[in-house]
């Protein structure tokens, strides 16, 4: 039974139409998280640079649709109070605010750490808050990519997300290897948009004995698909093969199992549905079977055992776990600020519930997509929701008069805030924490609207 055919039931059960409004809000009324939404800023639609006042019923005062926490996170309302108290401290204290106050600097890592590990499945000791997505994923090829002349290759999927891309055949380069002949692309099936799990397993029972990693987006960021991490894993760790994730659009989206699927190593992005601003501070996950372990590694002083480190010495004395690859003290103001949101995943009652709701507000958005503009547009993420997150990822190719990317123009002078994606998608993704029923289906109207006057602006009529 698919999540939409739930949707439906459940409307029938109430007795209520699955597209009216009521329903929504209907929705919203007994959904356990509604008071979630009032720990994050929701923009107004009048601050919208794009909003367009002038149009029939627009509200500058109404809450903005915000669909685009795949892209960046809603600011939580802690945020700006827990960085004001480091401010605070900082002009009150000076350097002594290393070791002072409720937050000592020196170990300002540890108050985000433990939450940390709690959002993505893992230990602790496995999980370190530092630096940023395309450093920790470097750090992490530097102490698991070991090339030889037989077992260079690096296996990742078609479309995964730039810069993905730019750290893997850097690296490559790096080893003095021809990115041409080392990376491996897993490829969707022509005309289509997702990749089998069949087409990793096929790779790696093929080309195996010459792969040394493979590194996956666990969730892509275009289509919003969610690979089968655990079987692709499993495969690749059979063939000898070492495995990184990218969890930059997972990491507060899916229940990920870091520490269960046996994943050699991952990292993340914070600014998505992590909320911790733009630029934030990112997540490093090495898996505990390799601590004791002698990996290579580009250290610095942070990842000296902490008893010694201010003595300066030149002997490099790891931590133990994923710290012992940390580099330099964390930037306070940004550690904090993913403090203000991990509190709120807390206070939600983590990635279980949120998931839970996730696959009913998703449902809800696909059931009145695929009903409502059947005739126009393809939602290219998979319908399972165990293979996908909350994003939807469309695209107007059934119509050859509309252009994307004026329909999302169209939906921003309305007051709703998606993205646009080349070649040709809208990514919109109701995210369970701060996201509501009602904007799924605010959305759905007002995208009505937005296909009508893109056709209009075309000079087509329908």
Not at 286 to 313: C, S, V, Y
Request: with cysteine.
């Amino acid at each position: 039974v698919s999540t939409m055919q739930k949707v439906k039931a459940l409307a029938e059960s109430k007795n209520m139409d699955p597209f009216s409004l009521a329903f929504a809000e209907e929705m919203d009324n007994g959904d356990m998280l509604k008071h979630m939404r009032g720990d994050f800023c929701v923009p107004k639609k009048g601050d919208i640079s794009l909003f367009d006042a002038s149009l029939p019923g627009a509200k500058a005062d109404d809450s903005c649709v915000y669909l685009t926490g795949n892209s960046l996170g809603l600011q939580p309302v802690r945020c700006k109070e827990l960085i004001n108290e480091e401010l605070d401290k900082w002009a009150k204290a000076g350097v002594n605010g290393h070791f002072e106050g409720a937050r000592p600097w020196v170990s300002i890592d540890e108050t985000v750490n433990g939450l940390a590990a709690e959002v993505v499945g893992a230990k602790e000791s496995e999980v370190v808050i530092m630096n940023s997505l395309t450093v920790n994923l470097h750090l992490l090829m530097s102490a698991f990519y070991n090339p030889t002349e037989n077992r260079h290759k690096i296996l990742i999927e078609d479309k995964c997300f730039g810069s993905d891309w730019h750290a893997v055949s850097s690296q490559a380069n790096l080893h003095h290897f021809s990115p041409e002949k080392s990376i491996l692309r897993a490829e969707p099936n022509p005309g289509e948009w997702v990749i089998s799990t069949e087409k990793f397993i096929e790779i790696l029972d093929r080309e195996g004995e010459s792969i040394s990693m493979l590194v996956l987006g666990t969730v892509n960021y275009l289509t919003g698909q969610l690979f089968d991490i655990k079987r692709i894993t499993d495969k690749a760790h059979e063939k000898g093969v070492k495995v990184i994730l990218d969890c930059a659009h997972a990491a507060g989206n899916i229940d990920l199992k870091l520490h269960e699927w046996g994943v050699d190593g991952a990292c993340w992005c914070a600014y998505k549905y992590l909320n911790a601003g733009p630029g934030g501070i990112a997540g490093f996950f090495i898996h505990e079977k390799h601590h004791k372990a002698n990996l290579p590694r580009l250290a610095g002083w942070w990842g000296h055992q902490k008893d010694t480190r201010f003595r300066m010495e030149h002997e490099f004395k790891g931590i133990e776990g994923a710290k012992g690859f940390a580099l330099s003290n964390p930037p306070v103001f940004q550690t904090v600020a993913l403090l203000a949101s991990l509190e709120t995943f807390k206070k939600a009652g983590g990635m279980t519930v949120l998931r839970n709701k996730s696959e009913t507000l998703t449902g809800y958005l696909e059931l009145l997509l695929r009903t409502k503009f059947d005739d126009v547009c393809e939602i290219v993420t998979p319908t399972d929701f165990a293979h996908r997150g909350c994003q939807l990822s469309i695209t107007f190719s059934k119509d050859n008069t509309l252009d994307t990317r004026k329909v999302a123009h169209e939906l921003e002078r309305r007051g709703v805030i998606v993205d646009f994606r080349e070649p040709c998608l809208i990514r919109a993704a109701p995210t369970p924490l701060y996201n509501s029923y009602a904007d799924c289906w605010n959305f759905a109207d007002i995208l009505g609207q937005a296909v009508a006057a893109a056709r209009q602006t075309n000079g087509a009529t329908h």
